[in-house]
């Protein structure tokens, strides 16, 4: 199995993955140039990496949207405190 590493890249990526409404395709969202620079970058990586519109956010592709289910997903398993096996 192949060895992840989780970056700090990486967690502002799903940070703003996290950001998207995903009960509608019409909502985007804007990432405004006084936007934390972290903020920022990720979002232009998320562009770059075919997830999302426009290098300042949009609105996510079909790619992006299973990418955004995947992390919301998984931030709400572990949040839940309650974790049953």
Do not use: W
């Not at 995947?70 to 709400?76: E, G, K, R, S, W």
């Amino acid at each position: 199995m192949p060895q992840s590493t989780y970056t700090s890249e990486l967690f502002e990526e799903l940070k703003i993955l996290c950001l998207f409404n995903l009960e509608t395709t019409q909502e985007g969202i804007k990432v405004h140039s006084s936007a934390l620079p972290e903020a920022i970058a990720a979002t232009r990586r998320l562009h770059d990496k075919g997830l999302i519109t426009q290098a300042d956010g949009g609105y996510l592709t079909s790619l992006g949207h299973d990418a955004a289910q995947y992390a919301q997903d998984l931030l709400t398993i572990l949040e839940t405190t309650d974790v049953t096996s």
